[in-house]
């Protein structure tokens, strides 16, 4: 009940595409869910984040979608670019401190 | 700001060895997370602290594993012995509380190789 299931593994997108990367979870006392980016020799870092109040979150060229029925969301990328290429992790926290759990992680890659 | 500071930042040793990774947290956080990260498992939260105090170890894998946080700008992460298995990064992470939406801030990791 404390997994968060993410897919795909990898990802290949080319230039200008979106990329979609899917998480699914099951403990419903999960109420935040954030996003982290992560660059090859660095640590994650926050992207993007989400409660489950709202369907839908935009910060530039990135969106969450979140489902709370179906308890699913996802990251889309918009207009992709060769620099969003890392590894990117969804989490989630069941606002008993600070706790995360993390997705298996999705490496993309954004081809010119 | 200097960000989360770990040292070091590669470290080899051999099996059977003591290893004792170091975390300088961001000024002003009260939170300090250990997390792991391997191809297999993904990233994994070892322990955090609040306000110096550890609050969940569940993570810890076993008793080779210790952490520690003697004050609000040092922690370290302890494997006495180490063996091949614990080859990973870990990571430690500041935040400015221990709200579920406080963000994390991590350092750049410690890759350790365990011969």
């Known amino acids: 009940q404390q997994q968060v299931k993410q897919s795909p593994q990898s990802l290949i997108v080319q230039k200008g595409g979106i990329s979609i990367i899917n998480c699914a979870y099951e403990?419903?006392?999960?109420?935040?869910f954030p996003w982290y980016q992560q660059f090859p020799g660095k640590g994650p870092a926050l992207l993007i984040a989400i409660r489950p109040d709202v369907s839908e979150k935009k910060e530039g060229r990135f969106t969450i979608s979140f489902n709370k029925s179906a308890k699913q969301f996802s990251l889309h990328i918009m207009d992709s670019q060769p620099g969003d290429s890392a590894t990117y992790f969804c989490a989630a926290n069941d606002n008993q401190g600070g706790k995360l759990i993390f997705g298996q992680g999705t490496e993309l890659s954004v081809k010119p | 700001d200097a960000g989360v500071i770990q040292s070091p930042r590669h470290e080899v040793t051999e099996m059977g060895q003591e290893v004792t990774l170091r975390c300088k947290p961001i000024s002003g956080h009260n939170s300090l997370f250990w997390y792991r990260q391997t191809m297999m498992r993904g990233l994994e939260l070892l322990i955090y602290?609040?306000?110096?105090?550890?609050?969940?170890d569940s993570g810890m894998p076993e008793d080779r594993f210790s952490a520690k946080m003697p004050n609000a700008s040092f922690s370290t992460l302890k494997i006495q012995p180490s063996e091949p298995r614990d080859s990973a990064v870990y990571f430690c992470?500041?935040?400015?509380?221990?709200?579920?939406?406080?963000?994390?801030?991590f350092g750049p990791g410690t890759r350790l190789t365990v011969l």
């Open positions: 403990n419903t006392a999960f109420d935040y």
């Open positions: 992470a500041s935040s400015p509380g221990q709200g579920p939406t406080d963000t994390q801030y």
């Open positions: 602290f609040n306000n110096n105090v550890p609050i969940d």
